[in-house]
């Protein structure tokens, strides 16, 4: 009984330290914990809000970036469809400079058979002038002395 006794006595004398120690909680409690999880709640909406700041912008950033490469994709298909048709329009106009080139070349070639046929036919008009001519000198020539020894 003797140990109850001093159980008894000690569980008394601990009573005070008890209630200080529960006094010292509920301060703690209501003093420093309140504030430092508000600090700690507003700390984390903050970072939160910042991660989702951020975030955000990232996405308005890739949203800009989609946008001016698929500008850049137009300008550049813009450039191509250009550079095409100029090409496609300088070849149209080498085409037609050759078909024109080619044409003018064969129209000299028609004009020069043509003088060719022409010129052959002057010479060969010419020539059967100059054969008969010739023909009628070589008689004459020739039946001059036969006249001239019959008149004898």
Do not use: C, F
């Not at 008890?18 to 010292?24: F, S």
């Not at 090409?87 to 070349?105: F, G, I, T, V």
Request: charged residues 35%.
């Amino acid at each position: 009984m003797d140990i109850l006794k001093q159980i008894g006595e000690l569980l008394l004398s601990s009573i005070p330290t008890i209630i200080l120690l529960l006094i010292v909680w509920i301060a703690y409690r209501n003093i420093v914990q309140r504030k430092l999880e508000r600090v700690l709640g507003e700390r984390h909406r903050r970072t939160e809000g910042a991660i989702q700041e951020a975030q955000s912008e990232i996405a308005k950033a890739e949203a800009r970036t989609a946008e001016y490469e698929q500008r850049l994709r137009e300008a550049r298909a813009h450039v191509y469809q250009t550079q095409e048709a100029r090409r496609r329009r300088l070849m149209e106009e080498r085409s037609a400079a050759l078909a024109e080139a080619r044409q003018q070349a064969d129209e000299r070639v028609k004009r020069a058979g043509a003088d060719l046929r022409k010129d052959v036919e002057e010479a060969k008009v010419g020539l059967g002038h100059q054969a008969e001519a010739l023909a009628s000198e070589i008689i004459h020539s020739i039946l001059k002395p036969l006249a001239a020894t019959e008149s004898r």
